[in-house]
């Protein structure tokens, strides 16, 4: 029997554009009911050949007939659909052996190294799609069937830059000499890859603070103001601002800010009973509460999960981030003047709720500061009699 084990030693999350590096080893080790009593065939073990590739899935919760179509040359195992989705794109197969013979109780390890491609979309799981990646492991032992393991791992996109010509252009009018120190002393120069630049303007654009405020208001008056310190974010980063109830003519009661995707389907081939070309999901990944009855000031600190996904644009579905507030408003009376003797709180207070969205921007982070979070690669193990 041999054992095949295969491990991610580069982590288990990437960004669109990097490289990754799988281990995948195959053990010959002697079946426990054949221990005492071994043979020529039981000493040596014979593998046809090994390869590896790459393969993103696609699945939606619509019941369509149609298939989407696989991106590029069909691959030598004809993985086109399963259960797991349709796949949209795949790497080339990488043969890691042909004819391997392993004698009992040795072990042989191969590497595989991919590197994704920059506009490779990232992995989702949304209300109406989903998309997941895959490194598919194949083998074939001599006079018996084909087996696969599948080991799964997380994208990012380097979003908003998916355009090369954009980036170039970006890269160009951005600078990050006040965000890196430089050593005078130095003498190496860093090769600026796609990747490298893309993750310096992103670096640029979630570090530069650019406070706007807005003033809260409905029908009977001002509510507040409100002051969002940036409106760009990665992952793992906190929301922070702050309210100032000091300027309102209503009493705000209370205040809740849901942090929520805003998931676009794009349908390219619209139906009869749809009269608009896209469609909007949303729900709530993270939420902050606060009573801010007698406040006069409040602030707002909202982290930012490190499970979600960050802001991109495909070709079937664009996903976006928005701050969803709720605000409880009232024009009663609730406290008492300072000439008022005989006052009493009232027993019942008539409110009112407004809803107000506004958009954020949500960028992905370093794969490492999310792999800090995680338990570690997994080791996915395949045994082939």
Same mark, same amino acid.
């Given at each position: ?131 997941? %990646? ?40 951005e600078t990050t000499e006040e965000l890196q120190p430089t050593n005078p002393f130095s003498e190496e120069r860093k090769v600026e890859t796609p990747l490298t630049m893309a993750l ?32 760009? %974010?990665?992952?793992?980063e906190d929301i922070v601002g702050t309210f100032d109830f000091s300027v309102g003519t209503v009493t705000c009661m209370q205040v809740s800010v849901s942090l929520q995707p805003e ?123």
């Amino acid at each position: 029997m041999i054992e095949l084990s295969a491990k991610l030693t580069t982590g288990t999350v990437y960004l669109a554009g990097e490289a990754l590096e799988c281990a995948i080893t195959f053990s010959h080790s002697a079946q426990p009911e054949h221990r005492n009593s071994q043979s020529h065939s039981d000493i040596l073990e014979n593998l046809a050949w090994a390869s590896a590739q790459i393969h993103c899935f696609f699945s939606t919760s619509k019941n369509s007939g149609d298939k989407t179509p696989v991106i590029g040359k069909t691959t030598a195992l004809e993985v086109t659909s399963c259960d797991i989705g349709d796949v949209i794109f795949h790497t080339k197969p990488k043969i890691l052996f042909c004819d391997l013979t392993i004698p009992l109780g040795e072990t042989k390890t191969f590497w595989y190294r991919e590197s994704l491609p920059i506009e490779a979309p990232p992995s989702y799981r949304g209300t109406a799609v989903k998309y997941s %990646y895959k490194i598919t492991i194949a083998t074939q032992k001599v006079g018996s069937h084909i087996k696969m393991v599948r080991i799964p791992f997380r994208v990012l996109p380097i979003s908003p830059i998916m355009n090369m010509q954009d980036l170039a252009a970006l890269c160009g009018n951005e600078t990050t000499e006040e965000l890196q120190p430089t050593n005078p002393f130095s003498e190496e120069r860093k090769v600026e890859t796609p990747l490298t630049m893309a993750l310096q303007v992103l670096q640029n654009l979630t570090t530069r603070r650019s406070p706007n405020s807005y003033m809260i208001t409905n029908a009977r008056g001002k509510v507040g103001r409100f002051c969002l310190f940036k409106s760009a %974010y990665k992952l793992g980063e906190d929301i922070v601002g702050t309210f100032d109830f000091s300027v309102g003519t209503v009493t705000c009661m209370q205040v809740s800010v849901s942090l929520q995707p805003e998931e676009v389907m794009k349908n390219k081939t619209p139906t009869k009973n749809l009269n608009k070309e896209n469609s909007s999901r949303s729900m709530t990944v993270a939420r902050c509460h606060e009573v801010t009855v007698g406040l006069t000031h409040s602030q707002l600190i909202l982290p930012i999960p490190l499970h979600i996904t960050p802001a991109f644009e495909g070709d079937e579905v664009s996903l976006s981030w928005r701050l969803h507030f709720e605000f409880v408003t009232s024009n009663e009376k609730l406290f008492p003047n300072s000439e008022d003797k005989d006052w009493t709180a009232p027993l019942n207070v008539p409110i009112e709720t407004m809803v107000w969205n506004l958009p954020v921007k949500i960028y992905s982070t370093l794969p490492k500061q999310i792999s800090q979070q995680a338990a570690g690669s997994d080791t996915y193990t395949l045994y082939i009699k």
